[in-house]
């Protein structure tokens, strides 16, 4: 894998749009499901659009990174807490990751840099 990570975002209450800068301003290109319930498309859109990386965020930090992982076999963490530990899941290999509600340019660039590290060495 090489390029630009195609990074799909599902925030509960219809955020995302700061992640989404910082996975641009690293060298990402980022999808950001609109309205309320989007982690709950989050499987989905990425399955569409043939993302590496799909973030999810909610109250719980995981119904959407389990439903995307039950329904198409993406590997997943859930209720990650920070960028660095974002981070750290795409760097273990998952491809969805779920938290509670953020919404940081931090966390968006700390996802691209992890799977840069990971996938374009390779």
Not at 30 to 56: F, Q, R, T
Not at 57 to 78: D, E, L, R, W
Not at 90 to 108: A, N, Y
Request: overall charge neutral.
């Amino acid at each position: 894998m090489t390029g630009k990570p195609l990074v799909v975002i599902g925030h509960r209450m219809g955020q995302g749009h700061k992640i989404a800068k910082g996975v641009e301003a690293a060298g990402g290109t980022a999808i950001v499901i609109e309205g309320m319930l989007a982690d709950m498309k989050l499987g989905d859109v990425m399955h569409e659009n043939h993302a590496d990386i799909g973030l999810s965020f909610c109250g719980s930090g995981g119904a959407g990174a389990i439903t995307a992982s039950t329904k198409y076999g993406y590997k997943y963490k859930q209720y990650q807490k920070s960028p660095a530990a974002f981070a750290e899941c795409i760097k273990s290999g998952c491809q969805v990751v779920g938290g509670p509600f953020m919404d940081t340019e931090e966390l968006g660039a700390a996802v691209v840099k992890a799977w840069k590290e990971k996938y374009e060495q390779q």
